[in-house]
């Protein structure tokens, strides 16, 4: 079974550049997260999908981040225009349903922002 | 708030050595417990986990129990490896949403 997948592994842009992320969750899995890993620091949560609904996009800065999961399967980060402080690994993950279940991480892209 | 506090590293050990990485929560209601491991370009893969209080997660000779009364799940391992060299996270979740801690690095020194 492929695990989640996601796209670039690796991203160098200016600020006030703009980037994506697209991310592929396991097959079956409804629930999906994308979290921001700072360097030294556990995952934090940016948003979560229940299919293609956003449930707990709470910690999303909506001035710059957008993310979609149109038809509930893959997912996209965007981020316009990029700063600084977002160089980070942003991860993906994703679950079968969002109840006890164990999430599955992806690889992750790791930003750089000159 | 929901928290999760781990021993800050990095923990560096001899091969065979036992280890402990502490972990203490701060939670609301009855949260599950997780230990993640990161290893070098790699994403976080699950470890081992315990739902109540009193379960013991196990695998790969790492063991973690739930500890209610002292909101604790430490990581133990009775005899580490070079290969077991990586980052830990201790993580709960709660309703919804994942809390992770800052992850504890080892290395495990030949």
């Known amino acids: 079974e492929a695990g989640v997948v996601q796209s670039p592994r690796y991203k160098i842009i200016e600020k006030k550049q703009p980037v994506a992320f697209w991310c592929n969750p396991i097959?079956?899995?409804?629930?999906l997260y994308w979290y921001r890993q700072n360097l030294g620091q556990g995952p934090e949560l940016l948003i979560r999908?229940?299919?293609?609904?956003?449930?707990?996009d709470s910690q999303l800065p909506k001035d710059r981040f957008s993310a979609e999961r149109l038809k509930g399967v893959d997912s996209t980060l965007k981020i316009q225009p990029a700063e600084l402080g977002d160089s980070a690994v942003y991860l993906c993950?994703?679950?079968?349903?969002?109840?006890?279940?164990?999430?599955?991480f992806g690889p992750g892209t790791r930003l750089l922002v000159l | 708030g929901n928290s999760v506090t781990q021993m800050e590293g990095p923990v560096t050990l001899s091969e065979e050595a036992f280890l402990t990485i502490n972990c203490t929560y701060t939670?609301?209601?009855?949260?599950?417990l997780f230990w993640y491991v990161q290893y070098p370009g790699e994403g976080l893969q699950l470890l081992l986990k315990a739902t109540k209080a009193d379960d013991k997660g196990s695998n790969k000779g790492f063991e973690a129990t739930y500890r209610k009364e002292t909101t604790s799940f430490h990581l133990e391992k009775g005899s580490v490896q070079v290969s077991d060299s990586a980052v830990y996270f201790c993580?709960?979740?709660?309703?919804?949403?994942?809390?992770f801690g800052t992850g504890t690095r080892l290395k495990v020194l030949a």
């Open positions: 993950a994703s679950s079968f349903r969002d109840s006890q279940e164990t999430q599955y």
């Open positions: 993580a709960l979740k709660g309703t919804y949403k994942y809390i």
């Open positions: 999908y229940e299919n293609e609904e956003a449930v707990d």
């Open positions: 939670a609301t209601g009855y949260p599950s």
């Open positions: 097959s079956g899995h409804n629930t």
